[in-house]
């Protein structure tokens, strides 16, 4: 007589451990898709937003006029707004002809410019009064994910480099204080 033989198979206890461990994998790997994108938007925002305003700096010396960029909301408005998340325009500041156009959507943060002005005005000498921060923050608000492109009086930009644990650090103007990069 024959022995009955083991059946081959996954117990209720090893069924469900293991779809445990399996969304647990998933889980972070979201999690892992989702600061991966994040920060390959960041980089996106910021670089095209300076080639952006490099374009506008060499345009405004071609035409020898006053230049305006400014954030969007529509294609052909500026608006009151210091998001620039979902695009920007290039006007002429005196007419107010629209020259370009630069769509732009972020989904994982938020673009701004930190300055007094909600907008650029570039001169045909390659100079600009409105000196600021466009900085780039997280929806979560995570300094430490945050990155700056700061522009100065002579229209130029620079990523800030300087950080500790709490993120970037940007330097004071006119002084040698150092303030934390923060988000609003």
């Not at 910021?46 to 035409?63: G, S, T």
């Not at 005005?121 to 600021?132: A, M, R």
Request: proline letters at 4%; a positive charge; aromatic letters at 10%.
């Amino acid at each position: 007589m024959k022995k009955p033989s083991k059946t081959l198979g996954f117990s209720l206890l090893e069924s469900l451990l293991s779809l445990f461990i399996l969304g647990l994998l998933m889980f972070t790997s979201i999690i892992g898709l989702k600061t991966f994108l994040m920060r390959q938007e960041r980089y996106r925002s910021l670089h095209q937003l300076k080639n952006v305003i490099e374009y506008a700096k060499q345009e405004a010396i071609n035409r020898r006029q006053t230049l305006t960029l400014c954030p969007s909301l529509s294609t052909s408005m500026c608006q009151p707004t210091h998001d620039w998340s979902q695009g920007y325009l290039l006007m002429n500041t005196a007419t107010q002809e629209l020259i370009a156009q630069f769509p732009s959507k972020t989904h994982y943060g938020t673009l701004a410019f930190r300055e007094f002005a909600n907008h650029l005005v570039l001169s045909p000498q390659s100079t600009t009064h409105n000196v600021g921060t466009f900085t780039y923050c997280p929806h979560n608000k995570d300094a430490r994910q945050a990155e700056a492109l700061v522009i100065n009086r002579v229209l130029r930009l620079y990523f800030i480099k300087k950080k500790n644990r709490s993120g970037y650090l940007l330097k004071q103007a006119n002084t040698s204080k150092e303030e934390p990069l923060f988000c609003r």
